[in-house]
Nanobody
Framework: QVQLVESGGGLVQAGGSLRLSCAAS????????MGWYRQAPGKQRELVAS???????NYADSVKGRFTISRDNAKNTVYLQMNRLNPEDTAVYYC????????????WGQGTQVTVSS
């Protein structure tokens, strides 16, 4: 059974930081890249950061320079360090395994809510 458990969200003031964690099964972690998505109210879910084998990372323009994705292979965990948060970052954040085409591989978990106050 696929398990993707997101944690670390919360309420933070603009300019603050949060670190999100996503724990995955060892199989899920081994088969490809991992990505962090977010979905704001009334908007489509979007990919904000991804990481592939060899440490190759990609970021959405809206978070580039502020967010950093990383992975700990020993812990089967992927992280999203979010700095200089602004109210536009308010969303539910999800992680997922990525196919070779960069699409989400599995269904969605509960996600973790990030709320940035102005």
């Amino acid at each position: 059974q696929v398990q993707l458990v997101e944690s670390g969200g919360g309420l933070v003031q603009a300019g603050g930081s949060l670190r999100l964690s996503c724990a995955a099964s060892s199989y899920t972690f081994s088969i490809g890249g991992m990505g962090w998505y977010r979905q704001a109210p009334g908007k489509q879910r979007e990919l904000v950061a991804s990481i592939f084998s060899g440490g190759i990372t990609n970021y959405a323009d809206s978070v580039k320079g502020r967010f950093t994705i990383s992975r700990d292979n020993a812990k089967n965990t992927v992280y999203l360090q979010m700095n200089r948060l602004n109210p536009e970052d308010t969303a539910v954040y999800y992680c997922n395994s990525l196919t070779n085409a960069g699409a989400p591989r599995y269904g969605w978990g509960q996600g973790t809510q990030v709320t940035v106050s102005s």
